[in-house]
């Protein structure tokens, strides 16, 4: 595209081969950053070995990670309202690239950390990008792109611990970063082929940003470590942008957005929903392994039916949200959720086999709810605020992951006498399993209540 147009008129200029040309642009890139972080799972312990890392220390490859990834999420969708979408993938692909490269010669642990925050920074341009995408240049097939977008991202999160397991094993930890580093070539294609866009008016409140920047990275800080003073400064940096975005001419968010209804109803679900997956996705290596007795790469090929499964299936939902509505896929959704969580939780003990037939049904209700919600989201939303719309959608599914892994992985720590699930055959220790996913079904009915009642008491039809 050599010309800069008006947003309204790009999608009547984008041909069939330009948009299939976008969709393996985007696909492609997030394939790349999806694997980045699961990929660095399965080296971390690699890494505490080769420098000598307690487990305290070597998790901040990790924790360093997810903070800017789940901060620059939201960034990049404030951004994306003001400055065309090929600008940022530029900045964010380049700076992806050069953390890989600077991770690749690291030489010390510091610079291992470095490196990883540098990934995070760029990385996040992608995952903000992608989902505004759909709704800017595929309005007619946004269903459908989004439903390849959580294909994608359900396959990467499959594949990615079986390469990176591989690699680790055949080479060293230090390859993951070359491959992530492939990015770069990418970034002539995206600004030969994604259209020319102009400015729009606008611009970031500095200030409003850094005190949420500031707030979601201590709020996390607590979530994974446990340190009650973070949480104190979170909820003094989270009233600071309250006021903020109350007082400034130009908020980093409208504060209206927050009065949305159906937005706001929605980003609640999808939250409850992905620490519901995310819980159960954390949750299903430990059972494997302390129940099953499986080592590392059992475990792997356990889960990896259910992983493949949501790839496969995204399309599908993609479709059924064009045809159906975003709603009806996401009440779709917590019914395979529940559905899943009732056969884990009822056939906890069983040969490994089981288990890895009645994990799909779970696995694939996670590209159900992404591409539903997401759908709804750019539905509901005015154009001008898709951007960081969407920014606060990914900021609220990356802290859920991380609240679901922290409140299940205390649960834990605890034993159970009695079973919840009076179908379930798990026995001993292996009955806490059972019950916390017994608790997820609960979870999952009262959101699936709440999203209910809430659209029919703010009604619905305009939304669909």
Sequence with gaps: MTTTMKEEDIEKELTKADKRKIIFLISSVLLFSVMNGTMFMIAVPDVAKSFSLSPSEVSWIVTGYIILYAIGALMYGKLADIYPLKYLLAV?????????????????????????????????????????????????????????????????????????????????????????????????????????????????????????????????????????????????????????????????????????????????????????????????????????????????????????????????????TEKKGSKQVVFMAFALMMIGFFLISSLIGSPAWVLSIVIIISYIAFPFIQTATANLLSIVLPKREIGVGMGIYNLFNFMAGAFGGAVIGKILDYNSSFSLNPFAIAENHAMIYSNVFAGLIVLTLLNGAFFYFSFKRNGSESVQ
């Design 92 to 320: 964010g692909l380049s700076l992806f690239a050069a953390g890989s490269i600077i991770g690749f010669f690291s030489p010390n642990f510091i610079m291992v950390v470095v490196a990883r925050m540098i990934q995070a920074t760029g990385a996040s341009s992608i995952v903000a990008t992608v989902f505004i995408i759909p709704s800017r240049y595929f309005s007619n097939e946004r269903g459908k792109v989004l439903g390849i977008v959580s294909s994608t991202m359900a396959f990467a999160s499959g594949i990615g611990p079986v390469i990176g397991g591989f690699i680790t094993g055949v080479l060293s930890w230090q390859y993951l970063f070359l491959i992530s580093a492939c990015v770069l070539i990418t970034i002539p294609f995206f600004w030969k082929w994604m259209p020319d866009e102009k400015k729009k008016e606008g611009k970031v409140d500095i200030l409003g940003a850094a005190f949420v920047a500031i707030a979601v990275a201590t709020l996390l800080l607590f979530v994974t470590l446990l340190v009650w003073w973070y949480i104190i400064i979170s909820i003094v940096f989270f009233t600071l942008f309250a006021w903020r975005i109350f007082h400034s001419k130009d908020p980093f968010v409208n504060p209206e957005m927050f009065g949305n209804a159906p937005y706001r109803t929605t980003v609640i679900s999808a939250f409850l929903a992905i620490m519901a997956m995310f819980g159960m996705m954390f949750m299903l290596p430990l059972m494997l392994s302390e129940v099953n007795d499986l080592n590392a790469l059992y475990i792997g090929l356990v889960l990896f039916p259910g992983a493949m499964a949501a790839a496969f299936t995204g399309r599908v939902a993609g479709v059924l």
